[in-house]
């Protein structure tokens, strides 16, 4: 990830380059969608440790979540960043 990171910043324009990832993922744009929801393929289909008591695990569900964030990021898509 930090590779890929690396990589759209240096394509990026100086104006757009980013410090800080995050909130570059939770850049809405004109759409109103967080850039993280758009240019990440969700991972909303996962096996999770509390479907098999006693274990503990967080539930897989579509969107952001705690164990997948937003899923796996499409790296020419994030650098089209938010429009």
């Known amino acids: 990830?930090?590779?890929?990171?690396?990589?759209?910043?240096?394509?990026?324009?100086?104006?757009?380059?980013?410090r800080f990832f995050t909130p570059f993922l939770y850049d809405t744009?004109?759409?109103g969608?967080?850039?993280?929801?758009?240019?990440?393929?969700d991972i909303a289909a996962a096996?999770?440790?509390a479907s098999h008591p006693p274990a503990v695990g967080c539930p897989v569900k579509s969107g952001y979540g705690a164990v997948t964030g937003w899923g796996v990021p499409d790296g020419v898509a994030l650098l089209e960043g938010p429009h």
């Open 1 to 18: 990830m930090a590779s890929l990171i690396a990589r759209i910043n240096a394509l990026l324009p100086a104006e757009r380059q980013q």
């Open 47 to 49: 096996h999770d440790n």
């Open 29 to 31: 744009g004109t759409n």
């Open 33 to 41: 969608r967080p850039l993280g929801e758009v240019a990440c393929r």
